[in-house]
């Protein structure tokens, strides 16, 4: 299995709503990361989890919360988003935090926020 | 912090004609430069990486090349085809430490 799975594909919230995406990998890495990309951009990193532990967070606004519950799930909790907060949400893997590493993405959460 | 570069934003070629993305970095220290393909609406894939101990690397019709000195690598295309079409991001890391993508190049490959 080398598959980096995300729900949901597409999700939409108003600015009062609490939400989650999630994210799974069976692959046996260590390392998960949250990304943000908007059109016609590269992905922006936000958070970075190392043996299930926040390694960096890209000082990501509060109402992003991350939680790494083991070491194949990775949620990303949403609470009183902004419209600008629309974007490709992605998560990646890979089998350490070591940049020598290839990552791969799953397939993204489309997140429109009204 | 590592800052890329990368030229140019959007690159037309005729389908069979050869594509070259360019890009630059500043942090010496770097030594995995990893080339990503993001068709639309997909997520990004890794296409060819190379190591800061290697000057070249080839894989079918793809190609990487990396100066240290300048501080600059390159992702060649070959015989590119309709499926080419896609958004290609340049990335820079070194050990623990972030990725850095460049700017991306919108490719199209015309008919």
């Known amino acids: 299995d080398t598959e980096v799975t995300q729900t949901p594909k597409h999700l939409v919230m108003g600015m009062t709503n609490k939400k989650s995406l999630k994210c799974e990998q069976h692959?046996?890495?260590?390392?998960m990361y949250w990304y943000k990309q908007k059109a016609k951009k590269p992905p922006e990193l936000m958070f970075v989890?190392?043996?299930?532990?926040?390694?960096i967070n890209e000082s990501v606004p509060s109402r992003f919360s991350p939680e790494c519950p083991n070491s194949s799930l990775l949620n990303l909790h949403l609470h009183a988003l902004q419209p600008e907060d629309s974007a490709l949400y992605l998560c990646?893997?890979?089998?350490?935090?070591?940049?020598?590493?290839?990552?791969?993405f799953g397939q993204g959460t489309r997140l429109t926020v009204v | 912090g590592e800052n890329v570069e990368q030229h140019p934003s959007t690159l037309s070629v005729q389908e069979g004609d050869s594509a070259v993305i360019k890009c630059t970095y500043s942090?010496?220290?770097?030594?995995?430069f990893p080339w990503y393909k993001q068709e639309l609406g997909k997520r990004p894939q890794l296409i060819i990486d190379?190591?800061?101990?290697?000057g070249e690397k080839k894989d079918q019709r793809i190609a990487v090349t990396l100066n240290k000195t300048a501080k600059h690598f390159s992702l060649h295309i070959t015989e590119t085809q309709p499926e080419d079409s896609a958004v290609y991001f340049c990335?820079?890391?070194?050990?623990?430490?972030?990725?850095?993508f460049g700017k991306g190049t919108r490719l199209h490959i015309l008919p």
């Open positions: 990646a893997s890979s089998p350490l935090f070591d940049p020598n590493t290839e990552a791969f």
């Open positions: 692959m046996g890495h260590r390392a």
């Open positions: 989890y190392s043996y299930e532990k926040l390694s």
């Open positions: 942090d010496s220290a770097s030594n995995y």
């Open positions: 190379i190591r800061s101990n290697v």
């Open positions: 990335a820079a890391s070194k050990r623990g430490d972030k990725i850095i």
